[in-house]
């Protein structure tokens, strides 16, 4: 138990996907200028990862290496990840219309994103089991999500303050973001991994 | 052949896929540490992104449009796999260097953008030049990232000292926060280079 919550505290705060991997930034970015999105899409990444490493994970230790395919493992999981976010998409729609308008909008921007591709790949370079690959998963969607949620909050204050012209908009927003790493930088060696 | 280099031209600043895009930005921070992983992550990229601009306008008139998206995909994911078994072979200590963002190449926003806006609707030729243009855009902003980093960060250039023992690398370069903080400063340049060219050729009456 105590293995699996370090694998968790890890993921989320010490090698924060975002801010110490530099996974998932077009949508970090992108997204996070409103609290309510930058928290649809947290939700978004979070389910659509952990469901996407658990059948990576199947396919690869069922598919790929029982018949000597590893080297098309980047061909095999983009494609899987790709068109279970499609297919995902069109049974949301279908059942629950709610869920749908709720951020079925943010499905599409990742169905082919860094981070959920990433997660896999991680776990199977790490050779973890499925439990463990499945924890990882959700740690990093966690993580994604408070990075993202700690900088909409920040953007959205910032949207008071008096930005030099040429810094407006992105070019604060990396600053930020900096300075949100170096906060996490500070949780580094908590957690021997 | 001026409207050729003009495609090429055209990915370096005005639009480069880096600063002014925004697009791909995860290799651009997380390899740029040291001057040689930038050099081989955007010459991955560079091949990467003209081989499949070329592989989709050859096929363009082939692929139905419905399943276009898919295609890309795949013809992306087999370059790269391709590019990952070569370095795989020649240079493991490089390959381990890129670890796994050398696997995320697939994603990288902007070769599917590229392949979407320009090479699924142009002839091959300027399909070339065009990944040709916007990959060493790419490359150059990998690399001009990979140099301060390493100047500022270890004091070395390609893991030559050239600052003398008299300087204190500031650690915190080669680090996360300072791949952010340094990007953020250089799309603020690159914003105030556009603008800056923009009103000089309004002045000339170019536009």
């Known amino acids: 138990m105590g293995h699996y919550l370090t694998l968790l505290a890890s993921n989320v705060i010490v090698n924060n996907f975002?801010?110490?991997?530099?996974?998932?930034?077009?949508?970090?970015?992108?997204?996070?200028?409103?609290?309510?999105a930058s928290i649809g899409i947290g939700m978004a990444v979070t389910s659509v990862m952990t469901l996407s490493s658990m059948m990576a994970w199947l396919v690869y230790h069922f598919v790929l290496e029982p018949f000597h395919l590893t080297f098309?493992?980047?061909v095999v999981f983009v494609l899987l990840i790709a068109s279970f976010v499609q297919l995902l998409e069109m049974i949301i729609k279908k059942y629950a219309p709610t869920l749908y308008n709720m951020w079925g909008i943010y499905l599409l921007l990742i169905a082919t994103n860094c981070i959920v591709f990433s997660v896999p790949l991680i776990n199977v370079q790490n050779n973890y089991s499925f439990l463990e690959s499945t924890v990882s998963?959700?740690?990093?969607?966690?993580?994604?999500?408070?990075?993202?949620?700690?900088?909409?909050?920040?953007?959205e204050k910032l949207r008071l303050?008096?930005?030099?012209?040429?810094?407006?908009?992105?070019?604060?927003?990396?600053?930020?973001?900096?300075?949100?790493?170096?906060?996490?930088?500070?949780?580094?060696g908590m957690i021997p991994v | 052949m001026r409207e050729l280099w003009n495609i090429f031209?055209?990915?370096?600043?005005?639009?480069?896929?880096?600063?002014?895009l925004a697009l791909s930005?995860?290799?651009?921070?997380?390899?740029?540490?040291?001057?040689?992983?930038?050099?081989?992550?955007?010459?991955?990229?560079?091949?990467?992104?003209?081989?499949?601009?070329?592989?989709?306008?050859?096929?363009?008139?082939?692929?139905?449009?419905?399943?276009r998206v898919p295609v890309y995909i795949t013809s992306v994911a087999t370059i790269v796999t391709v590019v990952q078994l070569v370095l795989q072979a020649y240079l493991p200590a490089l390959n381990k260097a890129l670890g796994i963002y050398l696997a995320l190449i697939?994603?990288?926003?902007?070769?599917?953008?590229?392949?979407?806006?320009?090479?699924?609707?142009?002839?091959?030729?300027?399909?070339?030049?065009?990944?040709?243009?916007?990959?060493?855009?790419?490359?150059?902003?990998?690399?001009?990232?990979?140099?301060?980093?390493?100047?500022?960060?270890?004091?070395?250039?390609?893991?030559?000292?050239?600052?003398?023992?008299?300087?204190?690398?500031?650690?915190?370069?080669?680090?996360?926060?300072?791949?952010?903080?340094?990007?953020?400063?250089?799309?603020?340049?690159?914003?105030?280079?556009?603008?800056h060219s923009e009103k000089v050729k309004l002045e000339r009456g170019e536009i």
């Open chain 2, 9 to 20: 031209k055209k990915g370096i600043i005005e639009e480069n896929p880096i600063f002014v």
């Open chain 1, 18 to 36: 975002v801010l110490t991997r530099f996974l998932g930034l077009c949508i970090f970015f992108g997204v996070s200028k409103s609290l309510n």
């Open chain 1, 161 to 188: 303050a008096d930005v030099p012209k040429s810094l407006e908009g992105l070019g604060v927003a990396f600053i930020l973001a900096g300075m949100l790493a170096l906060a996490f930088l500070g949780f580094s």
């Open chain 2, 106 to 195: 697939v994603v990288f926003a902007i070769i599917l953008a590229r392949a979407e806006v320009f090479a699924s609707k142009n002839k091959v030729g300027p399909s070339f030049f065009d990944g040709l243009g916007m990959g060493f855009g790419f490359l150059l902003g990998l690399l001009l990232l990979g140099t301060i980093r390493e100047l500022l960060g270890a004091g070395t250039f390609f893991g030559i000292k050239v600052i003398g023992s008299w300087y204190n690398p500031a650690l915190i370069m080669v680090l996360s926060p300072g791949a952010f903080i340094l990007i953020g400063y250089i799309v603020a340049g690159f914003k105030i280079l556009i603008k």
């Open chain 2, 25 to 67: 930005l995860c290799p651009a921070l997380a390899v740029t540490s040291s001057v040689i992983n930038s050099l081989t992550m955007g010459l991955a990229v560079m091949f990467v992104i003209t081989v499949n601009n070329c592989i989709v306008s050859i096929t363009r008139k082939i692929v139905n449009p419905k399943v």
């Open chain 1, 137 to 155: 998963a959700v740690g990093a969607g966690l993580g994604f999500m408070l990075a993202i949620v700690l900088m909409a909050s920040l953007r």
């Open chain 1, 72 to 74: 098309l493992t980047t």
